[in-house]
């Protein structure tokens, strides 16, 4: 430095200060951006619309076949609920007629609980009356 200020005072100009090497491959050097020829776009735009119509085409086929598939499902389970409604309407009509022999039978059942009431009234009558004779017994024999 002090050469420089030297060299400054006697009129001579100071030599340029020597700056750092620089690493040339560390140094990113920008580009001008080029675009493609217009044949090349045009090449690219059909290429990517065509691209995106077989996409589309698989998503919408997808779709139709889930709500195809959905159909076919509830199809299925209109029938069985059919066949469940026919099943509930034989258990209800042959529950009815059950309803009505029991209600036909039912006179007879309540003589046989009658006849079931008077039995065992005779034979508490029959055990009574072997008691007794059993006491009779026992008394002739004194």
């Known amino acids: 430095m002090a050469a420089a200020a030297a060299a400054a005072a006697e009129g001579v100009p100071a030599a340029p200060r020597e700056e750092p090497v620089r690493d ?5 050097t920008a580009e001008e ?7 090349d776009i045009t090449e690219l735009c059909r290429d990517m619309f ?34 469940m ?5 034989n ?7 059950l309803n009505q022999k029991y ?4 006179p007879y059942l309540d003589q046989i609980n009658v006849i079931e009431e008077q ?13 007794y004779s059993k006491k009779l017994v026992k008394f002739t024999k004194w």
Do not use: C, F, H, W
């Open 119 to 131: 039995v065992a009234a005779l034979e508490q009558a029959a055990y009574k009356l072997d008691a």
């Open 103 to 106: 209600a036909g039978l039912q």
């Open 50 to 83: 065509s691209k995106m119509a077989t996409y589309l085409t698989g998503e919408l086929t997808a779709t139709s076949e889930d709500y195809k598939l959905l159909e076919n499902m509830n199809k299925l389970t209109s029938l069985k609920y059919l066949e």
């Open 33 to 39: 951006a080029k675009e493609p020829a217009e044949a």
């Open 91 to 97: 258990i209800s009509r042959n529950l009815k007629d």
């Open 24 to 28: 040339d491959a560390a140094v990113e």
């Open 85 to 89: 409604k026919d099943i509930a309407i």
